[in-house]
Each structure stands twice: as structure tokens, then as C-alpha cells.
């Protein structure tokens, strides 16, 4: 295993080592764990950081945005419900094995917590749960019946959104205020912990759409319009962040740049939730107030939907020139899938509300583009589990 395999992200005062979207530092390794240090000492430490829940996101964003993209062509619906199912089943992966990394080396897996980079990307684990949740209802539905498809996502929710509160707290206070993170250490990943209750908001709309007139329903749409809040509040000061360090030129190391496509996560999904919100209002607030959040939607749905166009074209040329110089596949691939579902799921949502063909275009040729990254990232990804490379302990005397 060499030192270029995982790439180095130097920031101002820190050193870490990258492995895809993580990093360890060698004081996260137990003592004796590592290879050739002696009889009756286990040859391997496990390593599986909590990015890997990003797999799950970037698979069942493909389930969502097919069932809700503006052309439905024949067998799309299939290829929806495929992807559900595969989503369902890297989630119980994903899940059984961080439970096994936790029992096997749980002091690597507790220094998860304190890395100043590792800590962003548990916010990977409810934007998870939420995305099976909410393609569970919306795809999933044919396959296992509305109750069960309901249920799902029901649980999924509700512990999707407590995980989110508390990522979206806990995180950027601890390792960003407390930790007194500087601009020269900004990059995509500090938006991780701040995006999940914006999937929050949107799914919870979708949720609302699926439960009868009661309290139930009010209650959701009304945590969703908060976590809607929640998110725009501490998703703007990151994003000023990473502009300011974007303007410096440095952008951070080969492995490290994908994480850059995450910004338009924030972007995506908050055009998603304040069109989908917006659509859902008239059920729980009277028909003036309805009004202006429609009014509302549809101003911040286009100014934000022209800046993460903007983006995109940004992020693309970054991407291009990386590739050029050379860009070892790492975790980080997985950002060039989740965040380009988002624009595609807000672009639909656009078209499904004005109705105008800028949005199916960009919707579909957005799908397109993330189906062709999804399989190019699975594909690696697969590659990297079967020879372990993907699951060893970055050597921390790079």
C-alpha cells in the first residue's frame, strides 16, 4: 500500500492521511494491531469509516430521481425498482460490517469521532437511512405493498432526522467552533454533517403525501419546514467557508478534490425540499399563507438552481484538470453521485412546477450523467472491496 494510494490532504497545521472521503492518524491505531507484532496478535486492523454509508446514498438517489424524473421511458421503473433493491441490500452491508469494525477494533473505529476530517462524514450515515426510507415508499412500494413501504420509511425517517439534528449540531460545533478550523482546512466534506436535515425536509414532504389528514401529517410538514430552516442556517456560514478557500487556488490534494461536488448537494436538495414543501403546504396552512410559500418556492427554487448550475460547470473543470495530472480512485468518487442526484431531483421538481422543458432537459441529461458516474464509481468500488485494498489501514508512516 503506498502513500500516493491514499493521497495527502495538507491543510494549515494538520497532516492526515486520506483514504477515500476519511482519514486515520496513527495515534487511532491500537497497539500490536498491526501486522508481524508477534504470536497470538491479529495480522489485521479493520478499517471501515463511516463514508462508506455514501455508497448507499449515491445508489438509492438513482431509485428516487428515476421515479420522479419528467420522461419516463419504457423499463425505467424497473431500473428504479433495481436500484431500490440494491440500495436496500449495500445498506445491510454497510451496516453489518461497521458493526464488526466497531466489535474488532473499536479504538480505530472511536477515533472516527475525534479526526478533525473522518467526523464530517457521519453524516453520511442518516442521509442513508433516509434515502432507503424514502425510495422504499416511493419505489419499493410495488414490490413489498404500501404498509410494510410505509412503515420503512416512517422508522427511517424519524431516525434519519434525530441523526441529522445531532450531526448538524454536534459536528461542525465540535470540530469547527471548538476545534477553531481555519479556511486553509476547508473542503467539501465540512457540508456532510449540515446536509442531512435538509433530506430531512424533502423526505418528510414526500412521508406527508402518504399519511391522511391528521395530526401525523401536520406534525411531519412542520418538522420538515424546521429542519428546512436548520439546514439553510448552518449550511451558509461552510458554504462562505469553502468559497473563501476555493478563491486561494488550493484546492486540496488529487484524492481530496471529488469532495468539492459536495457543495452542490446543499444546493440540489434544498430546490428539491422547497418545491416539494411548497407543494404539500395547502394540506396544513390556510390557502394565503400557501400562497406565499408557493411564491417563495419558486424564487428560491431558481436563484439556487442557477447557482448549482453555475457550480457544476465550475466543479467539471476542477474535475477535468485533476484528471489530468492524475486522480487515483479513492472514496471520494461517491461525491460525483449523491450531489449530482440532488440537482437532478431538484430539477424535476422545478419542471413538474413550472412546467418549463429547461428543467426536463437539465433533469434528464442530469440522470444521465449520474447513472454513467454511479457505474464507473460501483465498478472501482467493487474492484478496491474484492482485493481489500478499499479495507486496509492506511500506513501512518506516509
Not at 413538474?352 to 465498478?379: K, N
Amino acid at each position: 500500500m503506498t502513500c500516493q494510494r491514499f493521497g495527502i490532504y495538507r491543510g494549515r497545521g494538520i497532516r492526515a492521511i486520506v483514504m477515500g472521503m476519511t482519514t486515520t492518524t496513527a495515534r487511532a491505531t491500537p497497539t500490536g494491531s498491526l501486522r508481524g507484532n508477534g504470536p497470538g496478535v491479529r495480522s489485521r486492523v479493520t478499517y471501515f469509516p463511516p463514508n462508506w454509508f455514501a455508497t448507499v446514498m449515491g445508489t438509492g438517489i438513482i431509485a428516487i430521481a428515476a421515479h420522479g424524473l419528467p420522461w419516463q421511458p419504457a423499463g425505467l421503473s424497473v431500473v428504479a425498482v433495481g436500484f431500490w433493491l440494491l440500495a436496500c441490500l449495500v445498506f445491510g452491508a454497510v451496516v453489518v460490517t461497521t458493526i464488526g469494525h466497531w466489535m474488532a477494533d473499536p479504538a480505530v473505529a472511536r477515533g472516527h469521532h475525534d479526526h478533525r476530517v473522518v467526523a464530517h462524514f457521519y453524516g453520511a450515515v442518516p442521509m442513508a437511512i433516509m434515502t432507503v426510507g424514502t425510495s422504499t415508499v416511493l419505489v419499493g412500494v410495488g414490490v413489498i405493498g404500501r404498509d410494510v413501504a410505509l412503515g420503512v420509511d416512517v422508522a427511517c425517517w424519524i431516525i434519519g432526522t434525530l441523526g441529522g439534528v445531532v450531526t448538524a449540531l454536534v459536528v461542525p460545533y465540535r470540530h469547527l467552533i471548538v476545534g477553531r478550523a481555519h479556511v486553509g482546512e476547508a473542503f467539501g466534506g465540512w457540508l456532510m454533517p449540515v446536509v442531512p436535515p435538509m433530506v430531512s425536509a424533502s423526505a418528510a414532504a414526500i412521508l406527508a403525501g402518504q399519511l391522511g389528514a391528521g395530526w401525523a401529517r401536520n406534525l411531519v410538514l412542520g418538522v420538515g419546514y424546521a429542519m428546512f430552516g436548520l439546514a439553510v442556517v448552518a449550511a451558509t456560514p461552510i458554504l462562505v467557508a469553502l468559497v473563501r478557500r476555493f478563491r486561494t487556488g488550493d484546492h486540496g490534494a488529487a484524492t481530496i478534490m471529488p469532495t468539492w461536488w459536495i457543495v452542490l448537494g446543499p444546493l440540489g436538495q434544498s430546490v428539491t425540499a422547497s418545491c416539494v414543501l411548497a407543494q404539500a403546504a395547502p394540506h396544513v396552512v390556510p390557502a394565503p399563507v400557501a400562497g406565499v410559500i408557493h411564491e417563495f418556492s419558486l424564487v428560491y427554487g431558481l436563484v439556487v438552481w442557477v447557482i448549482a448550475t453555475i457550480w457544476i460547470g465550475v466543479a467539471a473543470q476542477l474535475t477535468v484538470r485533476t484528471a489530468r495530472l492524475g486522480m487515483p480512485f479513492a472514496m471520494t468518487w461517491w461525491s460525483f453521485t449523491f450531489p449530482v442526484g440532488t440537482y437532478v431531483t431538484g430539477s424535476s421538481a422545478l419542471a413538474l412546477t413550472l412546467g418549463w422543458p429547461v428543467f426536463e432537459i437539465a433533469a434528464v441529461a442530469g440522470f444521465a450523467v449520474l447513472a454513467l458516474a454511479w457505474g464507473v464509481v460501483a465498478a472501482r468500488t467493487t474492484r478496491g472491496v474484492v482485493s481489500g485494498e478499499l479495507l486496509e489501514l492506511p500506513d501512518p508512516a506516509c
